[in-house]
């Protein structure tokens, strides 16, 4: 298998050469590290969240909006495709790197996880990168330093002029279109969690509206976890039937029909202490090869109307 950050490399290669016509901007820390500031004080904007998925799914996705609607008011979506699920979304896209140092607080997602290959999904997916350049994606409301870029080198082992950072807040257009752009992710990490093989997931697709930006990060993490909770549908064609997937949708959850903003002040702003149930697509399709389909789930647009503030 193509290395997965070699793939997202190029793809933040192509950032970096266009990177005033995405409104973002390049910068070489002390290091040698470089920070592709895809929203914290630069502008971003719906290109710029496209290309930054494809490098949070190294490249192995299909990533495109199109309009649609949310309770009768046009908003664009993100779209997303895939035939390698397993990789793309745990082995890149998800965020499974907490990214703490005494001055910086974020999360991070895409193939640099593979490189240290401690969660999971690694040793089941049965796959591990070897690569000399690495590409974390960092949510945050500041952007990371010396520091995190330092913390990513050692943990992937390679050099810190090696590391490249993109990031952005959760309160961005960037933050938006990211969001709704793991759909797919979040239906494949829930089955993963129950139990099933996700190596068996043929192909996932999906999509979601992406939020109306606030510059709140409370807001802004409850409206993008929202659009997907009652706005995400998914597709998914698997290879073995199970007795679980009706728990993979968010209307499975206890939380259901209570908006994320809530459901995170209940948790005490602690984004790990969330139930796992609330991150989930509001509706699934799941289609057995040679077998049933089940139709799981629904969106809930008035909910959406009510966390958008429409």
């Known amino acids: 298998m193509e290395s997965l950050n070699r ?28 920070v592709l500031d895809f929203g914290v004080e630069a502008a971003g904007g719906l290109e710029a969240g496209l290309l930054l998925a494809e490098i949070q799914t190294a490249g192995l996705a299909t990533i495109q909006t199109r309009m649609d609607g949310v ?26 790197w907490e990214l703490v140092t005494e001055a910086f607080d974020g999360l991070g997602s895409g193939p640099a996880r593979a490189l240290v290959g401690e969660e999971a999904e690694f040793e089941v997916v ?25 913390q990513v080198a050692e943990r992937t082992g390679v050099s810190p002029s090696s590391v490249f950072l993109p990031a952005y ?14 759909a797919p992710e979040l239906a494949l990490f829930r089955l993963f969690e129950l139990g099933y093989d996700p190596v068996d997931v043929v192909s996932a697709a999906g999509s979601a509206p992406v939020a109306p930006v606030s510059h709140d990060e409370g807001v802004a993490m409850g409206r993008t976890n929202d659009a997907l909770a009652y706005g995400g549908q998914v597709y998914l064609q698997v290879r073995e039937d199970f007795d679980r ?29 969330v139930p796992e149930s609330v991150f989930a697509p509001a509706q699934v399709t799941v289609d057995v090869v040679d077998g049933p389909t089940y139709a799981l789930g629904g969106t809930n647009h008035d909910l959406l109307a009510e966390s958008f503030g429409l």
Not at 250 to 270: H, I, K, L, N, R
Request: some cysteine; hydrophobic content about 45%.
């Open 7 to 34: 793939m997202a490399v190029e793809l933040v290669d192509e950032a970096i050469d266009f990177a005033g016509e995405l409104n973002v901007d390049v910068i070489e820390l002390d290091s040698g590290a470089t």
């Open 71 to 96: 309770a009768g008011t046009p908003f664009p979506h993100v779209e997303v495709t895939t035939d390698k699920p397993a990789l793309a979304l745990l082995c890149s896209q998800k965020a499974g």
């Open 126 to 150: 049965g796959y591990y990168d070897e690569f000399d350049l690495t590409v974390l994606t960092v949510e945050a409301a500041t952007l990371p330093g010396d520091d995190v870029a330092e």
């Open 169 to 182: 807040p959760t309160g961005s257009m960037v933050g938006s279109v990211s969001a709704a752009a793991r």
């Open 245 to 273: 997937f009706d728990e993979v949708p968010s209307t499975a959850a206890a939380e259901y029909d209570t908006p994320f903003e809530q459901v995170f002040e209940d948790a005490g702003w602690d984004f790990y202490e």
